[in-house]
């Protein structure tokens, strides 16, 4: 049932116009295809033609206008298949398809009434029969009929070409998309809404309509996307010299969406979360999420449109690559070492998970059953990571000539990887063969490093060496190509140049490993110096370095790279916490050292140059990454100790913090600007440890931040510290408050299941099953599902892993509904499921048993495929 990229196959036949026709009702929509088929002159006439078609009624077939008989074609649950067809010819069908009942969310749907669809990656096979495959592509036209009082807006990709009434109660239009394209980049949206408008005038001085179409209650968080859509234009064609290249460019939101947003050609449909906000309901990470992906769908317009794949396997070939781009964008447009530290925090907890559980697989995947389960932190993070690499090998300007060499050579076509490739390594010169092993090896490689220093020779051996475990059908690794960028930190502080073999190599360079084992010779030192390794966070692998508490404290003060800097502190702090989890093994009091104590004293005291990089300094690694660098995985005494720290720097530091505090306040209007945003950070990092303290002053300043009403991030930060602290009853009042007030706005609501879920408290559980009964709770939407259930998973592990095993069975319910309702959905909700490598004997058995009651279901493709692997770990 697997499929294969080494079975890949040209297609037969390609398809030159494809002319569509939507009657839209939401039990009975009537779909008419009209496709100019023509054979591909290479291969044989007699190769019969297959269309992919699923849950379709099929209505009629006719060739060239003549309908088919029984005999001349056969229908089955997959496909349609016409045994003898001519060279090239216009192929008629008509489907009936049920939007109002299809809860898997692919295809054609409705989202309150309103009309949408997703057709990544191979959902337009669920709205008419069709070479369902991106290297099919075609010029598309869309005719859409809809009732004229309730769907009074009616969008597909591309510009209107004619509109009309056509009787009392319906009217349609009909677009036109210029460019050719693959079906899953097709969209359709039909409803009562409501747009914002916007105009972009292009490098070349062309003029843009833009346009966010919304429910009517949801247009006063529209400005927001639309501003981060024109960041995006102008960064594009300044960073990356693309242009938009249609008349308009049209943004849609939906409530009910399986991912964040999709890059339709012209007519992006994102999940309302992604792009709706104000300061009244949004909190600053979600402006910056909302920023990225914005970003992220528009940057796709060449980076997976004009240029896009040619099948399946490729998909980091689009993602990894705007992925990139938009991390590079928000990088560029807010502070740059605090998106780093968050885009690796992610990749080194979520996709290292994955690299090391029963799912791991390449960045370019060489099988699967089914595709949508590939959509991973591996694809996109590893994938973006990959391509960062390659920037790092070639430097920016090369980089540049390479994408620019790509889209110019590649435009309009459905490529591999090895195109891209090959065109960095055209315009660099350099031999990316074992680069491209990045893109077949699953597994995060483990670099080690050690240094000599010899005083007589004034030298500094730097021996690095690489290994990558073992993966599920991988047990074989070979050595990568990876960049290391370094630099050398001398007793002053600052960067001492770097010298090798007589040749200065400035203050900081890129080391490039290719083998097993290497060794680099630094000349000239007077003293040792402290080797500062894997800056910006160079490579995505695991570094072994072994430096003292010492040296960590040094380079956390001194470290002229921001990321490292931080990185430097999360290793002290990481090792404190384990030696808290040591002495809570050992039934020991959980006493915090000075020496994180100190260092944190001189970070809130001295005055800092990045706000927002301080914050982040001040967090305490999370209980998820301190998880992924266990070998066994003991999640009370991960909770326990990381909470006794928090606690205890609270109470050392309690006036400095409250000083902190009271400092970073500001009765500035609301920005979403990102120094605005650093300081709300800090500040509410001080409320936290201030409220840890469980001190009533303490709780009674998150009460009066919560009363004072500025803003949400201001609100869900108090309210958050109100319903997790100790005393359980204290934050009631605030929940219940915050509840009505925002009972009318689902996103809003969103937060408000999210805070009460992953609160540390025993009864968690509990109020998971209760909230699940709630008004506002739907199974069937899956933000909803993300804030309740997701945010239970996995932002509460003690509570998950209970060790009565009631977190796992409570999971496998959920699962075993989403099964039947929305599988690509339940196929990532079971993945913590999975998870129990690491864990104790008692919870991988009681999470082994679930993932057996999941398997004894009728189960979808996606589920099935991933417990299997899980089963079989
Ligand atoms: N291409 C979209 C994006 O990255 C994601 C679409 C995913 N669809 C899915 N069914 N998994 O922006
Ligand atoms: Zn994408």
Redesign the pocket.
Known sequence: RAIYLKDYQVPTYQIEQTELRFDLSSEATRVRARLCVQRDDTTSVSEPLVLDGEALTLISVAIDGRPLDAAEYDADEHSLTLHAVPDRFWLETEVEIAPASNTAL?GLYQSNGMFCT?C????FRRITFYPDRPDVMSRFTTTVIGDRTTLPVLLSNGNPIDQCVIDDARHYVTWEDPHPKPA?LFALVAGNLEKREDHFTTASGRDVLLQLWVETQNLNKTEFAMNALKRSMRWDEERFGREYDLDRFMIVAVDDF??????NKGLNIFNSSAVLANPETTVDMMFQRIEG?VA??YF?NWS?NRVTCRDWFQLAL??GF??FRDQLFSSDVNSAPVKRIEDVALLRTAQFAEDSGPTAHPVRPDHFIE??NF?TLTV?EKGAEVVRMLRNLLGWEQFRQGSDLYFDRFDGQAVRVEDFIDCMAEVSGQDLTRFMLWYAQAGTPEVTATSAYDADARCLTLSLSQRTPPTPGQTEKEPLQIPVAMGLVGADGKDLPLIMNGESLGTSTVLVMTDAEHRFVFENLDAAPVPSLLRGFSAPVKLHHALSDEQLAFLMRHDSDGFNRWDAGQQLALSELERLMAAWHADEPLVVGDRLIDTMRALITEPADDKAVLAEMLRLPSEAFIAEQQAEVHIDAIHHARRAATRALGEALYDEFAALYDRERSDAPYSPHFEQIAQRSLKNVALGYLCATGRPDALALAQAQFDDNANMTDVRAALTQLAHADDTALGEPAVRAFGERWAHDPLVMDQWFATQVSRPQPDALERVRFLMGHEAFSIKNPNRVRALIGTFVNQNLVNFHREDGQGYRLLADVVIELNRLNP?IAARMVLPLTRFRRLDPVRRAAMRGELERIRGESLSRSVFEVVEKALAD
């Open positions: 692919e997703q990544e990656p191979e959902g899953y399986n991912m964040g947003a999709m890059e992906i992220h769908e796709h997976g689009k993602e705007t992925v595709i949508t959509y996109y690509d």
